[in-house]
């Protein structure tokens, strides 16, 4: 400066201070030591200094403390030796401590007389902005060689100026390779270059820009990489001339993969859908194209292959009108999945207009398309409504049933279904329904039919019952009356019994009668035997005195006024049997007795009375059975009797008995008009009679086999009827020898 100053007058000296100071640069003056004695405006602003006064400090007072070594060391030697320090130093703002970057000047001033430094004269620039601005660069730098994408500068000329990193990588240029000595030739192909060279330069150069696909070659392989460009012209901001061609790259590769993985996954995904073992299809788009089906799904839809392509409604006119295309819009709206449950569709399946129901979900998937997937119920739901159908009818029926009948399901037997004739049976209303049977009849508790209808759900056999006494609160109280019913187990078709169906009638008037007549017949019986003993007693009397060697036409007609007594006798007896038998009430004593005996002396009897027939009987041994004797003799007397009055024709009465270690059977066998095959259960019920018509009719009651039959159901035996060959029956009496202790 001292030279400077030399050259220039006093005035232009001054001038130049003036400018110095009031530059915006720091200017400052210090003693030879390093006092400050002065700081301009700019600098005092700079380091926050107030005042001129607060000014005259040490200068290492206005650097930061780790620059205050090197400010006394190395740069005042610097000053002493060379004459001036310039460099960088870090000031400190007087207030805030702040670090201060600067660029600074310090020369000493000399005295022109004595030649010794009287001073220092400190000129300095602050460096913040344009150190920021470095920052901001490096971090754009640090960007752009860090950016994944490929990006490059290219002179005017063509010639390669920068290539960042990801760029070197793609292209396989090495690290310390020289990007401007490689010629972009060796980056593409021929057909490329004329493309960059026709196409994209002039576009860059004309519009500023030039974005599209690109294709780079690999500088080691050769691969050729798509790519996606974008270039900008760079331009001088201040010339505004071109300077440059920046480009970014992007590499397609991944890009491209991926979307090649998605064709090959919705590849996939179709060949799933053509191969699943259920319907299934795919619809696409707005107007929801079938992108695929499969096989079942296109007979599910009555449709041929052709429809595949085509949107539902154009494959599938029918749906118009149905709600499926509306779902399906709802389900695209909203992603959520719709689930048809046995849904009717109208289809028109290979030109048959059909109804068929489906099971079905339509689910969206993330990619506009809806996968519909189905199966057929049709004929679960028809059968489910036949079924319900049927229910119905059946329970109609049973409601308009003028029998009693009632349906209880379950082993708690609840009533499902009880007629108005089975509610009013039970004295109820309809409030029963529902309920559990005990419930609804609690004075069934104690009585057989909960636990009979119970056993019934184990074994699964019929029950029928008649004449059964149950006793029922009826009108509030409780009273007895007779049923005849059915238990009828119902069956699930696992074989299961899941209800029974009772149907009762009730019979207690009848039964009430019967009761009536039984009485009427146990009273007449006694009140007829009365005046027959007596007359029997007279008859005796008359027999006596007449002698018995009298033979007078008086005789004879005693002797046949006897045997109208006898037989008036037999039929009082057999009167007040039926009547016991109904009551219950049947005389019976068992003893021990020899059958063959007993057989004998009733074969002489009857061979006495009817001298027209001729009874056989042999019979090789004693027969020891226990039973009661007087009975056994009623059933024998009385099938040698019928044997007799059955044949009036012939002669022939044989008797037999066989045995064997259990068991004796006694057969009484005729020769005379035989009993038809449908009358061999039923002459053994009571008052049964085979009607002759046309032909003599035979006397008698129709109770003797009724009797008969119910003796031997006392001794624990059978009795039976079968015809005999050549004409005429076979009775036979099975009886054990030994009977069971009830
Ligand atoms: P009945 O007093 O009428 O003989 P039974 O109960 O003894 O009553 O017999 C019932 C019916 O069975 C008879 O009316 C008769 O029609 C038929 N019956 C019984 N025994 C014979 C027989 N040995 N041969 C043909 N019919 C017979």
Known sequence: ???????????????????????????????????????????????????????????????????????????????????????????????????????????????????????????????????????????????????????SLLTLEGKNEYINDSGKKLLGIEDQQDVEAIHISNFHTPDQIAFVENEVLPSVMKTGEWSGHFAIKHFKTGEIIPLENNCIRIDDPYTGKPTAIGAVMRDLRPEISARAAILEREEKFRTLITQAPVAIGLLEGEDLMIAASNTQMLQLWGKKEAIIGMPLLKAIPELKGQPFIELLGEVKKSHKNYYGNEVLAKLNRNGKQEDAYFNFVYAATGDDQIIVVATEVTLQVLNKRALVESEQRFKNLVLDAPIATALYRGKDLIIEIANPAMIGLWGKDSSVLGQSLITALPELEGQPFIPRLQE???????????????????????????????????????GDVYGILNMAVDVSSLVQMQQARDDFFSLASHELKTPLTTLKGYHQLLQEKLGFSDDSTEKKMLDKIGLQIDKLTQLIIEMLDVSHIQVGKMPYYASPFDLRKLTGSIVEDMQQIYPTHEIQFTSPRPIIITADQDKIAQVMTNLLDNAIKYSPQTTNVIVDIVSDDQYVTVTVRDFGIGIANENREKIFEQFYRVNHSNEKTYPGLGVGLYISSE????????????????????????????????
């Open 1 to 151: 400066m001292n030279d400077l100053l030399k050259l220039v007058t006093v005035d232009q000296q001054k001038q130049l201070l003036a400018l110095l100071i009031n530059g915006p640069d720091f200017v400052s003056l210090s003693s030879a030591e390093g006092n400050v004695t002065y700081i301009n405006q700019s600098g005092r602003r700079l380091l926050g200094i107030e005042s001129i006064a607060s000014t005259y400090k040490h200068n290492s007072a206005y650097v930061m403390p780790h620059e205050i070594e090197r400010l006394q060391n190395g740069i005042t030697t610097t000053l002493i030796n060379e004459g001036r320090w310039i460099g960088q130093i870090e000031l400190c703002h007087s207030t805030t401590g702040e670090p201060i970057p600067v660029h600074a000047t310090t020369m000493l001033i000399y005295d022109e007389r004595t030649n010794a430094a009287v001073g220092r004269a400190t000129i300095a620039r602050d460096l913040r902005q344009e150190q920021k601005a470095l920052t901001q660069q490096q971090k754009l730098m640090t960007l752009i060689s860090h950016s994944k994408d490929l990006m």
């Open 711 to 742: 003796i031997v159901k006392r001794a624990q035996g059978r009795i039976w009827v079968e015809p005999a060959e050549g004409g005429g029956s076979t009775f036979y009496v099975r009886l054990p020898l030994h009977i069971n202790p009830f």
């Open 456 to 494: 019934i759900f184990e074994t699964g056999v019929t029950y029928h019952s008649e004449k059964e006494m149950a006793q029922l609160v009826v009108d509030g109280q409780l009273q007895r009356f007779w049923f005849n019913y059915t238990y009828k187990p119902l069956f699930d078709t696992k």
